[in-house]
Nanobody, 116 residues
Framework: QVQLVESGGGLVQPGGSLGLSCAAS????????MDWYRQAPEKQRELVAG???????FYAGSVKGRFTISRDNAKNTVYLQMNSLKPEDSAVYYC??????????WGQGTQVTVSS
């Protein structure tokens, strides 16, 4: 079973930038679709961005134009670059992997707080 380890969360001021990373412990990382979700207190977990195994990205409307998802298959890592951050972007961000044979795995989450 693949393990996902997120890093890069923290506190940033509104308008600032932050980058998240998610490293996967699976040699067949390139076959996985990777997503970033987030969950704010008392809210449902929501999809923020995803990238297919072929490298095609997609974004939630609320982050389109501000966030960029990318992947480096050589490093088994997916990234989320977040720019022009807003207080409403504050949440725990989770990395998610899905792939062959029903693979469906979540990372432990990393806190992002946007506040002055």
């Amino acid at each position: 079973q693949v393990q996902l380890v997120e890093s890069g969360g923290g506190l940033v001021q509104p308008g600032g930038s932050l980058g998240l990373s998610c490293a996967a412990s699976l040699s067949t990382f390139s076959t996985l679709a990777m997503d970033w979700y987030r969950q704010a207190p008392e809210k449902q977990r929501e999809l923020v961005a995803g990238i297919t195994s072929g490298g095609k990205p997609f974004y939630a409307g609320s982050v389109k134009g501000r966030f960029t998802i990318s992947r480096d298959n050589a490093k088994n890592t997916v990234y989320l670059q977040m720019n022009s951050l807003k207080p409403e972007d504050s949440a725990v961000y989770y990395c998610h992997a899905s792939g062959p044979q029903g693979l469906n795995t979540w990372g432990q989450g990393t806190q992002v707080t946007v506040s002055s």
